[in-house]
């Protein structure tokens, strides 16, 4: 569907949205095509605004779903719109577990290391638990590619 990516994004990324939220309510573990609009360069307007949607339904994504999402907003979302959506997220803690606040956690710090790092700190201790996945997380967000070029923006 590239041609169709190409020609008329609004109604790719409205369906995509509708079909990825309902499987991600169900539990689903990945979103089929996601990976090939990754590799597509024209999908970029639609991945912005797609990962920031899918984002809203944080609570119910599966864990390793959240980890890709949040790689993808960071690679393609606007930066302000990243980061508003990390504080609101950051505020809406409760009942989560723990590695989801993690992850949160971790987001903000990327986008504001100053402003975060302490938190992340004070939250992460010395737990295994908590610390494992931030590493794994932080792993997959500073791998070369558009990801790590936008954080490089952001801190220089």
Known sequence: YPQLVERRPETVAAALAIYWGIL??????????????????????????????????W????????????????????????????????????????KKTLLWMAAAFFISPAEHEQQLIDYCQASKEKILPLLDFSHRLLQPGPAYLFLWKIWA
């Not at 864990?63 to 719109?81: H, M, S």
């Open 24 to 57: 991600i309510d169900r539990g689903a573990a990945y979103l089929p095509g996601l990976l090939a609009l990754l590799h597509e360069q024209r999908a970029a307007p639609i991945m912005a605004t797609l990962s920031l949607t899918l984002l809203q339904r």
């Open 59 to 98: 609570k119910q994504c599966r864990l390793k779903l959240l980890v890709e999402l949040l790689n993808v907003a960071f690679r393609y979302a606007d930066e302000k719109d990243l980061r508003l959506m990390i504080e609101t997220m950051l505020a809406d803690q409760d009942g989560v577990n723990v």
